[in-house]
């Protein structure tokens, strides 16, 4: 895992980061997962949700990414 750190990031950035490092390092495992012999090999059934899974996780990600951006341009302008 690889958590980012930004110096002035208030603890409840900190902790939607660490959420996001997490989220996108599970992601990125099930991506790999669904490439191997073990994932085709699975009925058809289990793949469709694992694929449906790794879809909600992406939304789950990208809303994250856009409350931390949210977050950040509202602590910047509230620290100036």
Same mark, same amino acid.
């Given at each position: 895992? $690889?958590?980012? @750190?930004?110096? $002035?990031? +208030?603890? *409840?950035? @900190?902790?939607?980061?660490?959420? +996001?490092? &997490? /989220?996108?390092? =599970? !992601?990125?495992? /099930?991506?790999? #997962?669904?490439?191997?012999?073990? #994932?085709? $090999? /699975?009925?058809?059934?289990?793949? !469709? +949700? !694992?694929?449906?899974?790794?879809?909600?996780? *992406?939304?789950? &990600?990208?809303? +994250?990414?856009?409350? /931390?951006? =949210?977050?950040? $341009?509202?602590?910047?302008? &509230?620290?100036?």
């Amino acid at each position: 895992s $690889n958590p980012r @750190q930004t110096t $002035n990031m +208030l603890p *409840y950035q @900190q902790r939607m980061q660490d959420e +996001l490092s &997490a /989220l996108e390092d =599970k !992601l990125e495992k /099930l991506y790999s #997962f669904c490439s191997t012999e073990s #994932f085709s $090999n /699975l009925k058809e059934e289990d793949k !469709l +949700l !694992l694929e449906e899974q790794s879809r909600h996780m *992406y939304h789950y &990600a990208e809303v +994250l990414k856009k409350r /931390l951006r =949210k977050s950040s $341009n509202v602590h910047s302008t &509230a620290s100036d």
